[in-house]
């Protein structure tokens, strides 16, 4: 099974618009972390949010909030307010620890975020 | 502040060539380091993982290896390359302790 699902390859919002990207994640670990990265088209992964199992709280950080749903194993990212420069890859990732081997990460497949003037 | 550093930013090779890529950490000890291939319109495949000196853990077969020399300098290389070695290798870094993963500019691979 996948680890990571993101099931839009792609999403189109208005400028100054709110847009939630979905992701769900399979894991059976108690402690885990949840990120959400960008990618613009020159290639860098940026650390957007970050979102521990055991938080209670949603993460937000900026104009980005994480909808962590435990129960249903999500873990959306929401960006309010959108911009131009809002235009990218968005990748959702899970943090898992492995007995022996350490962390281990997965990413899932992406979502291509554009925004429209 | 913690920086991280991968270069070449580009690289065309025939098939058949060697590899050498690079990627350093400044601004942080003993960092866990990995290196991921993103293939076109793709996720990110991770290949190895590094948790100190000389520790290398390799998650998928492959015709390339990694070696990690100094504690924050992580390499990545192949006696001969493939046209399927084409992709976006990135680097990556956690800290001792720290879940996030952060990760460098990446080095643009294009085998002919």
């Known amino acids: 099974a996948q680890k990571i699902t993101q099931t839009q390859p792609g999403m189109f919002v208005q400028e100054k618009e709110a847009v939630t990207l979905d992701c769900t994640y399979d894991?059976?670990?108690?402690?885990?972390?949840l990120f959400w990265y960008k990618q613009p088209s020159s290639g860098e992964m940026i650390f957007l949010i970050y979102?521990?199992?055991?938080?209670?709280q949603n993460a937000t950080e900026g104009r980005y909030s994480l909808n962590f749903q435990k129960a249903r194993k999500s873990a959306n990212l929401v960006i309010s307010a959108s911009q131009l420069g809002d235009s990218a890859m968005y990748f959702c990732?899970?943090?898992?620890?492995?007995?022996?081997?350490?962390?281990?990460?997965?990413f899932g497949t992406g979502t291509s975020l554009t925004v429209i003037p | 502040s913690q920086t991280i550093h991968q270069w070449p930013a580009t690289l065309v090779q025939p098939v058949g060539s060697p590899l050498s890529l690079e990627c350093t950490v400044e601004?942080?000890?003993?960092?866990?380091l990995y290196w991921y291939r993103q293939a076109a319109g793709r996720g990110l495949q991770l290949l190895f993982y590094?948790?100190?000196?000389?520790?290398i853990s390799s998650e998928v077969p492959q015709n390339l290896s990694a070696s990690r020399p100094q504690d924050r300098q992580f390499i990545l290389s192949s006696k001969k390359l493939l046209l399927s070695d084409s992709g976006f290798y990135l680097c990556?870094?956690?800290?001792?302790?720290?879940?996030?993963?952060?990760f460098g500019p990446g080095t643009r691979l294009t085998v002919l």
């Open positions: 601004g942080t000890s003993n960092p866990n």
């Open positions: 990732a899970m943090r898992e620890h492995v007995v022996n081997t350490g962390n281990q990460f997965y």
């Open positions: 590094s948790v100190g000196i000389g520790q």
């Open positions: 990556a870094w956690t800290g001792r302790g720290s879940d996030t993963q952060y």
């Open positions: 894991t059976s670990d108690q402690s885990y972390g």
């Open positions: 979102q521990g199992s055991y938080d209670e």
